[in-house]
């Protein structure tokens, strides 16, 4: 990770410095004529370039993400004492939000109130908002990038006062995001450098989709929890993503326990508003509709009975969807609308119904035109999944006019050109979507998403794409999403800054910024193991982590497989345990409990994973060594110590784990969640609990019936013989 540097040299000792260095590669490996000239020279390289390494690693200071295009950090501090925040000019509603934000973050280091004036007359040091042009607040259609752009910014401070300039609110609020980043000291010593920026962000369109329909449904509060993430990486679109999940009035039987009010989805986007995030409906328009065919009233509009597309042709779904279209306008003012239509499986089976006229590939273009024009004369820009676009690639010429197709690809890929090359070749506006890997494993694989978020964007790139959209998908219905916010901050990170981010430090450096100093540190290395136990427990289990999760030990399949990757289970436990013990320290070190609590259940859920599948493989063990036949009276040192004993023993430990990690894992979802589908979802642990009982009292059964001298039988006719009746 590249550093913002506190104390460059001056302008004569940085050229001095940069010549030496290239100077001192150069000799190292120029020819001399004399061996001891060559060794002289070849000394004084390498002191040179070590010199140059312990001078850049003095420089280093608070890391900034995302890093400005242009940073320069000189010598002295302005001291936070007897500061004040004022305006240019007069501001607007937007401009006073992002000064009283200013406001708090300073005082949160100083200890006292910055105040916010609006004139400077009669002030001592300030830091002047000067915003210079409309006020701009969210993102545009046909938005542009880079330095005249009106999201950018630049600021000014010295050890006399300060300067934040922009075109926009919105640029105002972006500098302000990196000025609590630079803050340093606390109390009487806090202090911000002397610093000059210029910045701008690389993509114009930056944003994260968030899943309210696959699983639990997120409360109000957590919503904008998110916004506020989201919004300090320099975030400014929040796709809401709705099948079902957004109250409609004209259909109160659709998903009545499972969806937001209007009047919540109207605070919601004005919070985002205030942050200078655009929240977009990202709808579903054709397919993934069961949650609307499965009321009885409805299901005569899917393509097939109680399906999840519906049928083009029933000319009741167009007046549905208008009805739809005017409610969801009315609710969202955006300018932007994602209207869905990806992954249409029942199309071709929808065609053959309709006979030897309709094609899947007509169907599909007629009705997203039908759809797209419903928004379009309302003035809305649409957007929509380019999955079936791709698939059917005659209908590329007949397009909506203006739409912009999402080309969505969730595996890191050496070549995304299958997505780009029919876009770029045919100038069809286009974003990419990239996605947090978490809907199938037990907590999130970063790994994965970083290169699928890194591997893209260099693409897109090259595509002239116009923005990034980060899918964070709940498909699981298991998920803790907090446990995704570094992968959310590593997307908008990438977003803005034009160099790539350092890898090797991110966890650390995202710790040093969302943490207090004195846990940083903790929760960095405690994330590092916390990602290393989710990819080493894949080695056992496969990616799909959280299904697994839940399978018998003890099955042939599974149990082989166990066999193989005793290793790779037992280093799971040992990292995931790793990760607790950083996460245990950060909370005595007073770190924000609550986002550290599903890093915390996270971790032991883990644990829990090598613990259950490595009992199958010691199990298989012991009653390998008990047999072939038995010995009654060295049975109960040999397995019912261990296996029957009520309060000490291998089922005992993962009943009492899984009803620990039970009530933990609900708490934390109650932090994120309403109680939709909690109940649902809680199920599964009670199973889990049955199964090791069950288990336990089908070893106590057979050793009540056990014989001296009998052939013990294999483990699986006495385990599924009993537990299956």
């Known amino acids: 990770m590249r550093r913002c540097r506190p104390a460059s040299p001056r302008p004569e000792q940085a050229i001095w410095l940069t010549w030496h260095c290239a100077e001192g590669r150069q000799s190292n490996t120029r020819k001399c004529k004399s061996s001891r000239e060559e060794s002289a020279m070849k000394r004084t390289a390498l002191l040179l370039v070590f010199l140059c390494s312990v001078l850049a690693v003095q420089a280093e200071a608070k890391v900034l993400m995302p890093r400005p295009q242009k940073i320069q950090i000189r010598e002295g501090k302005l001291p936070l004492n007897s500061l004040a925040i004022c305006f240019a000019s007069d501001p607007a509603i937007e401009d006073s939000f992002t000064a009283e934000q200013l406001s708090i973050a300073l005082s949160r280091n100083l200890g006292r109130r910055v105040p916010v004036v609006e004139a400077k007359v009669g002030l001592g040091k300030v830091i002047l908002l000067s915003r210079t042009g409309l006020v701009d607040p969210l993102p545009l259609p046909d938005q542009q990038t880079g330095p005249e752009s009106h999201e950018a910014y630049s600021l000014k401070i010295s050890p006399d006062g300060g300067e934040v300039r922009s075109r926009s609110s919105a640029g105002l609020f972006y500098a302000v995001q990196t000025l609590r980043q630079l803050i340093e000291g606390e109390g009487d010593t806090a202090a911000l450098p002397s610093v000059e920026v210029e910045d701008w962000p690389s993509l114009a369109y930056r944003g994260i989709m968030v899943d309210m329909s696959h699983g639990p449904l997120f409360s109000e509060e957590e919503v904008k929890r998110q916004l506020d993430f989201l919004s300090s990486w320099k975030g400014n679109q929040f796709y809401f993503y709705s099948e079902a999940s957004v109250e409609l009035e004209k259909y109160p039987l659709l998903n009545p326990k499972g969806r937001f009010s209007q009047e919540q989805v109207r605070r919601i986007i004005a919070y985002g508003r205030e942050r200078h995030v655009d929240v977009i409906p990202c709808l579903e328009l054709y397919g993934h509709l069961h949650d609307l065919f499965r009321v009885e009233r409805y299901s005569e509009l899917a393509a097939l009975p109680h399906g999840g597309e519906f049928n083009p042709r ?91 197709d ?208 490595l009992t199958g493989v010691e199990l298989a063990e012991r009653w390998k060594e008990l047999g072939p036949i038995v010995k009654q009276d060295q049975w109960w ?89």
């Open 406 to 613: 999402v080309a969505w690809e969730y595996d890191p890929k050496a070549n995304y050109g299958e997505w780009l090359d029919p876009l770029t070749t045919r100038k069809i506006p286009h974003m990419i979507a990239t996605a947090v890997s978490n809907w199938r494993e037990i907590v999130p694989d970063y790994e994965y998403t970083f290169d699928n978020i890194d591997r893209f964007l260099v693409a897109a790139q090259k595509s002239k794409a116009v923005g990034h959209l980060n899918t964070l998908w709940t498909d699981s219905s298991q998920n803790l999403t907090r446990q995704a916010w570094p992968a959310i901050a590593y997307g908008a990170i990438a977003d803005w800054q034009s160099e790539p981010i350092g890898r090797e430090r991110f966890f650390q450096d995202y710790a040093e910024l969302t943490h207090p100093p004195a846990s940083a540190s903790e929760i960095g290395k405690g994330l590092e193991a916390f990602s290393s136990a989710e990819l080493r427990l894949q080695k056992a289990l496969g990616q799909e982590t959280i299904h697994v999760f839940w399978d018998d030990p003890l099955q042939t399949e599974r149990l082989n497989k166990s066999m193989e990757h005793r290793e790779d289970l037992r280093q799971t436990r040992l990292l995931a345990e790793d990760a607790l013990e950083h996460f245990y320290r950060a909370q005595r070190l007073k770190a924000d409990p609550d986002s550290l609590f599903s890093f915390v259940v996270g971790s032991q859920m883990l644990d829990y994973a090598g613990l259950k599948f």
């Open 637 to 725: 040192n040999r397995f019912n110590a261990e296996w029957t004993y009520q309060s000490h023993g291998h089922p005992i430990d993962l009943m009492d784990q899984i009803t620990e990690l039970r009530r933990d894992y609900r708490q934390a979802w109650l932090m994120e969640y309403t109680e939709y589908r909690l109940d649902s979802t809680l199920g599964r642990w009670d199973a889990e609990y049955q199964y090791w009982r069950g288990l336990q009292a089908v070893f106590r059964a057979f050793s009540e019936k056990l014989r001296d001298g009998q052939m013990l039988p294999p483990l699986d006719s006495v385990v599924h013989g009993q537990m299956d009746r």
């Open 314 to 404: 029933n000319p009741k779904v167009i007046r549905l969807l208008e009805d739809w279209a005017d409610e969801l306008v009315r609710l969202f003012p955006s300018p932007f609308v994602h209207i869905g239509f990806d992954e249409t499986w029942q199309i071709e089976m929808a065609a053959q119904k309709e006979g030897s006229g309709a094609t899947p590939a007509k169907l599909f273009v007629q009705q997203l035109n039908a759809v797209a024009g419903l928004f379009q004369k309302q003035g809305k820009r649409v957007m929509a999944w380019g999955d079936i676009i791709k698939k059917y690639p005659e209908i590329y010429s007949q397009l909506p006019p203006g739409l912009i």
